[in-house]
């Protein structure tokens, strides 16, 4: 009943995307009825509605410890346990990263990555292939109460020399001073360096997935966090608390994490101001308190850089109260909604808006072909009834005439057909050059080299030099393959040129490959990379494990973009004259049909009605065919003129 809006949103998301996923299982099955499927459309279309159900919306809270995020997330998402579901408590809370999902196949569980992995090369995303690296504990979902009890392993501390802090990147000694503490012998430190959480709640199990992270310290040791995942996110939410208003270490944290991690247009990206209830027991009343909670918002807004509006005012303690006791009153003062109302009409419509556009980018020339290939069959069978229901049969010499015309055009297309065969083999020796040119091997090589110097440089200045010219060679990887790529294109364009200027065929822009975007994405994670190292230099030491992390993972970023080029080009040269192809088979298929009617028809005269009625019976088929395509792109939420449209763009 209570955080009904977010709930109820993404319910009804989930549910839109499901049907999405089945319209596209319709027209995969359609294509297959009418033999319009071949192997890599098909596999496509798998591909996409796979990508589609494993779809996860992911809510990543950041600010410095403290400030309320770990409630918040009980608040807005667990208050119907009953209970406070993870541990918050003031001091330094929550110390590790904690990803909070539901795992179908691997059911509920907590897993633990120990804090000394950070001494490893691996990043987070490697361990997180390998199960058998983590610590499980089970959860039982039936009982709020030893779920929260389980939770409590994620605070764990322990104590280490001040030489394996320092080792781990978690001894500061200014921190250190400031808490009174000078020249310990050892020093506690958190047991875990990341934790995930699987349980089958009903919005984990609709696809929300939540990533709390702690404070600077662990942003600032943890360059995979601030690189990766928290770009990777949908939404930002950046916690400040009213009673410590914007901080230097907020500022530090908004600035080189979050900032950075949400692009130029700010998108998904919301400020909550926590703890407004530290100013409920003011004594300037409800006027005073409006005005100060304005006041405070204006002016983080002013430091901040950002919209006013962008900034929630919230009481994450008193709403988890508040939804516990299901008191409405103290709800409303919580002014939790308000952030609910937010995630869920802002966040979610734009996810709804990025899947659409993938999903018309990736099918829409499908959808395109099939409806195109539709018509012209269409318009084809009626011109051939018309013409057998206007022409005089009895006439010998007429119908040798058209049987004459019909092999003369047959045998002019054989030899057009042909001749596309053999571009379409020119094309496949080129799109397997543009392929080859950044396969994953010369990639890995590339990469392998550098890291091979960078182990051999001694100096953080040495790495940095290593790690510029492998951004350097890989730029320039790409550069020879966007020559190769303009080449291809251009054959691409010449082959349904010609189809175009002498059969008519209906005008199907090819979906074009590029690589430009490859490229802008492979200097911004450079740029990003550099700007990260900037930020955090005082901490880093030469050769100290930050930089190898960073580099580590600016390494995996870029592999990422070029293994996503490599699989764009590989899918875009096995699809993209299919719609060509299956245009032409149609096409023969028209001529060879006609001409055989004529035969049909010169060989034993009188048969003219029994063939107009067999035209007359493929008619109604194709029209009952395209009528089930046309329920299956309103199914899809598609205008077909919109489609047309985009296909001529991209
Ligand atoms: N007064 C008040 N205290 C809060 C509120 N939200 C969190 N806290 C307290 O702030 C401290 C830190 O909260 P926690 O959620 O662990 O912060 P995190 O480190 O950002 O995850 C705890 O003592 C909470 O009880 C709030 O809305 N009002
Ligand atoms: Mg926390």
């Known amino acids: 009943m209570r955080n009904l809006e977010f709930k109820e ?37 798998l591909s996409i509605m796979s990508n589609l159900q494993s779809d996860q919306i992911t809510l ?36 590790s990263p904690t990803e909070i999902f539901w795992d179908e196949e691997g059911g509920s569980y907590i897993r633990l990555l120990n804090i000394e992995s950070r001494l490893e090369d691996i990043s987070l995303m490697e361990h997180k292939q390998n199960p058998d690296r983590w610590t499980q504990v089970d959860l039982d979902c039936e009982s709020p109460t030893q779920m929260q009890k389980a939770f409590k392993e994620l605070v764990a501390t322990k104590r280490v020399s001040r030489k394996m802090a320092e080792d781990l990147g978690l001894w500061s000694e200014r921190e250190a001073a400031e808490q009174g503490i000078v020249n310990p012998d050892s020093v506690e430190i958190p047991c875990w360096r990341h934790a995930l959480i699987s349980f089958p709640q009903t919005l984990l199990k609709e696809g929300l997935c939540i990533l709390d992270t702690p404070g600077l310290n662990a942003l600032g040791s943890e360059p995979e966090l601030t690189l990766s995942m928290l770009p990777n996110a949908q939404a930002i939410i950046f916690v400040l608390a009213a009673d410590t208003g914007v901080t230097k270490s907020d500022m530090e944290m908004w600035k080189n994490h979050v900032n950075v991690s949400r692009g130029a247009n700010k998108q998904g990206l919301a400020v909550v101001m926590n703890k407004i209830d530290s100013m409920w ?20 807004a ?22 516990v006791k299901s008191d409405n009153d103290l709800l409303g003062k919580s002014r939790l909604n308000l952030l609910e109302h937010y995630l869920s009409e802002d966040i979610l419509k734009q996810r709804r808006q990025i899947l659409m556009d993938i999903v018309q980018k990736d099918i829409g020339f499908l959808v395109n072909e099939s409806v195109g290939v539709c018509d012209t069959r269409l318009e084809s069978l009626a011109m051939q ?23 003369d055009q047959q045998s002019a297309y054989q030899a057009n057909v042909e001749n596309f065969q053999a571009s379409r083999k020119v094309f496949s020796v080129q799109a397997k050059m543009l392929i080859d040119s950044f396969a994953k091997d ?24 290593n790690i510029r010219k492998l951004f350097d060679d890989l730029r320039d990887l790409l550069q020879e393959s966007v020559d ?31 690589i430009k975007q490859y490229q802008f994405e492979l200097e911004q994670i450079f740029e990003e990379g550099e700007a990260f190292r900037n930020s955090t230099k005082t901490t880093m030491t030469e050769q100290s494990l930050v930089i190898n992390k960073l580099y580590s993972t600016l390494i995996f970023n870029a592999r990422d973009v070029l293994n ?15 719609p060509l192809m299956h245009q032409i088979k149609n096409h023969k298929k028209q001529i060879e049909s006609r001409l055989q009617m004529l035969r049909k028809i010169n060989e034993s005269k009188g048969d003219v009605t029994e063939n107009i009625a067999q035209l007359e019976h493929e008619l109604k088929l194709l029209t009952q065919q395209r009528k089930e395509l046309n329920l299956i792109v309103k199914n899809l939420q598609y205008e077909e003129d919109v489609l047309e449209d985009e296909a001529v763009v991209s």
């Open 484 to 514: 190769m790529s303009n080449e291809t294109r251009r054959l691409v364009k010449a082959i349904h040129k010609k189809f175009r200027d002498e059969y008519g065929f209906k005008e199907i822009e090819p979906k074009f490959f590029s």
């Open 281 to 300: 027991d003011d004594l300037a009343g409800e006027d005073g308190y409006e005005e100060s909670i304005e006041k405070q918002i204006k002016s983080s």
């Open 442 to 465: 010369k990639v890995d090589d590339v990469i392998r080299s550098a890291r091979m110097e960078m182990k051999k440089s001694l100096t953080t200045y040495g790495m940095k030099q």
């Open 60 to 95: 990543a809270f950041a600010a410095e410890f403290s400030r309320g995020k770990t409630e918040l997330i009980n608040a807005l998402f667990f208050a119907d346990t009953g209970v406070r579901l993870l541990p918050s408590s003031p001091g330094r809370t929550t110390m």
């Open 385 to 407: 009834l018309d013409e057998f229901q206007k022409v005089d049969f009895e006439n010998q010499e007429m119908t040798g005439k058209l049987m004459a015309e019909a092999r």
């Open 9 to 45: 949103q993404l319910h009804e998301y989930s549910q839109w995307r499901e049907d999405i996923v089945q319209a596209i299982e319709m027209f995969r099955e359609w294509r297959g009825r009418y033999k319009f499927n071949d192997p890599q459309s098909t596999e496509k279309l």
């Open 564 to 578: 996503r080029a490599h699989e764009e080009a590989v899918s875009w040269s096995g699809t993209v004259l299919t």
């Open 302 to 323: 002013d430091i901040l850089g950002l919209d006013k509006s962008r900034i929630f005012p919230v009481s994450a303690k008193q709403g988890l109260l508040a939804k």
